[in-house]
């Protein structure tokens, strides 16, 4: 009774609970539960030997936080900035902190005009977006995509149809903005005969 | 080498990619052998985390053969089974030095705020990940472990985060004996939290989600109580109901940025960007625990801000812990639970996907179609 000084009572007894599941209890002892944060200090646990690590190359001036002092010994070289997303980064890892919300809405309209640029680039490539191929939405086929959905009570089922409309969205916009784009050359170039 | 590429939200494709190669005297080149698509990954997929490039490959679990290591590797060598945490981490700093290793200040220049993750945008150091047939390890010294001759390499792969950072959960949750522990979101991490929460000494389990096959799954893997929120007016009252009008000892947040069950936060957070995430899971937790209880964050958010009911929580006096899993430092213990068969990665495993039909994969995992709970990804080399 929560109203009063005692907890409920537990539904099976510590040694009910033992009996029916595996393992109930091996690491009651908090002892046996790696802790963090962890108190001790140990300087060079597993196999590390340096108190600084060696610094990797820097090949182009790679972006970082504005809180580090420097760049740190060892750092990810995946995808260097490049083009107006690039340039967008670049300033708001220049200008703004991460206490900053500038900084990360920046960063998110860098990724967008990135993706939109890198699918325009695509098309002058050898690999072209491929829609269907890149959303896989082959697997609503594969993998029971109706049988999936159909009488059971998801909470996501609410909000997928707008993820049909981010995903599908910006590929119909260009669709008709593409054919408008074509029949008005073609009306202009029909005038000019 | 064949990679999973990033293109934009929703949209990957697997490209040919340059191998990568050493670029510091302790890195190694992991063939991978398996790899697996984490919950967190939808995040970068959906376009939820900021500096996420066109052109990266994601994959923060995963395990391999080693193929190559640089000139001040000692402990590795050519041909080593190996699995990596998803932390990376230098070992030495501040932070690594007191086990803090998913906070390691040596690795991410982008952020101070979280460490090194593999294929997990920029903002966690933009390192290319392990969907892929190789990757670049760094601090091959202090990472990887050998894979035991005895362990099979579904469960290794599910050890570099998933169950890691479901034990991590309960783990944060300082559990005593007898506790009524609520775990939030039945994926991978929440079944793995509420398996956890028993070696603990929970007294009661109970795992809340929204997919019923996720929940027959919490009943069977992590012999938990289960309750579909959707079948109910309002889940903060059931469990309040359910715990005598008390609460529960302990509220683990399996869900992370992308919770369901409330459209506007949906709408603010995982469409409009507005917020870090969607925080309606890690207000249920602070709602349904009783006063003086913990809360237990593991599921990812990210860098923004969110409406988090942080009076509720300062009211009741709670105790909040959350950090990315520090997955080494778990390791010993969970081969010990793993030899013993208290915990079974690999029956978390779902599906299996070869990394050519990795788009079908991202979209049968993002979906949650054909009850899909983990789907693995296997490189053609493999």
């Known amino acids: 009774m929560t109203y009063t000084q005692q907890r409920p009572p537990m539904a099976e007894s510590s040694a009910e609970l033992r009996a029916r599941i595996p393992g109930w209890g091996a690491d009651l002892n908090p002892r046996h539960r790696p802790a963090v944060p962890m108190e001790r200090l140990d300087p060079h646990p597993y196999g590390a030997v340096w108190d600084f690590p060696e610094r990797q190359p820097e090949h182009w001036p790679r972006e970082r936080s504005n809180e580090h002092a420097f760049l740190t010994p060892v750092f990810g070289t995946s995808c260097p900035p490049h083009g107006p997303a690039g340039a967008i980064r670049k300033l708001a890892y220049r200008r703004y902190s991460e206490g900053r919300a500038a900084h990360w809405l920046l960063l998110l309209a860098a990724d967008r005009i990135d993706a939109t640029t890198g699918t325009l680039r695509s098309f002058a490539s050898r690999h072209p977006a491929n829609p269907i191929a890149e959303t896989g939405m082959l697997a609503e086929f594969k993998y029971h995509g109706l049988r999936s959905r159909r009488g059971q009570q998801r909470a996501d089922l609410v909000h997928q149809p707008l993820d049909l409309v981010i995903v599908g969205g910006s590929w119909l916009a260009a669709a008709v903005g593409t054919y408008r784009l074509v029949r008005r050359v073609r009306r202009v170039v029909q005038r000019a005969r | ?382």
């Open chain 2, 1 to 382: 080498m064949r990679a999973m590429v990033y293109r934009g939200p929703y949209r990957i494709r697997v490209e040919d990619k340059p191998r990568p190669v050493l670029e510091h005297p302790n890195d190694a080149i992991v063939k991978v052998t398996r790899a697996a698509i984490c919950g967190s990954d939808l995040h970068l997929y959906h376009g939820m985390m900021p500096d996420t490039r066109v052109g990266m490959t994601f994959g923060h679990e995963f395990i391999g053969v080693v193929d190559e290591v640089g000139p001040s590797v000692r402990t590795l060598q050519a041909g080593d089974r190996v699995m990596v945490p998803f932390n990376i981490f230098c070992g030495t700093c501040y932070f690594c030095a007191r086990g803090l290793y998913a906070n390691c200040h040596n690795v991410n220049p982008n952020a101070t705020a979280v460490g090194g993750i593999y294929g997990y945008s920029h903002t966690c150091g933009g390192y290319d990940g392990g969907q892929a047939e190789y990757v670049r390890v760094p601090f091959a010294d202090v990472g990887p472990e050998l894979i035991p001759e005895w362990m099979d390499d579904e469960d290794a792969v599910l050890l570099t985060d998933a169950v890691a950072t479901g034990y991590f959960g309960a783990q944060l949750g300082d559990i005593v004996e007898g506790d009524v522990v609520v775990v939030f979101g039945a994926g991978p991490v929440g079944l793995s939290a509420a398996a956890s929460a028993w070696l603990m000494g929970a007294g009661r389990v109970i795992v809340i989600d929204h997919l019923d096959y996720r929940l027959a799954k919490a009943r069977s893997f992590a012999h938990a109580e289960t309750y579909n929120f959707t079948e109910h007016a309002d889940i903060v009252v059931l469990l309040k109901k359910l715990t005598d009008h008390l609460g529960a000892d302990v509220a683990i947040d399996a869900v992370g940025a992308e919770a369901d069950g409330n459209l506007l936060q949906h709408i603010t957070s995982a469409k409009l960007k507005l917020q870090g995430g969607s925080p309606i899971a890690l207000n249920w937790a602070i709602d349904s625990v009783r006063k003086g209880g913990a809360v237990s964050v593991m599921g990812a958010y990210g860098p923004m801000f969110s409406a988090v009911k942080f009076g509720d929580a300062m009211n009741k006096g709670l105790t909040l812990r959350m950090n990315q899993c520090p997955v080494k430092r778990q390791w010993p213990r969970l081969f010990e639970h793993v030899r013993n068969g208290y915990l079974k990665p690999r029956d978390l495993v779902t599906h299996r996907i070869p990394l050519e039909h990795i788009a079908e994969g991202y979209h049968l995992f993002s979906a949650k179609l054909d009850g899909c709970i983990k789907p693995l990804i296997v490189p053609s080399a493999a």
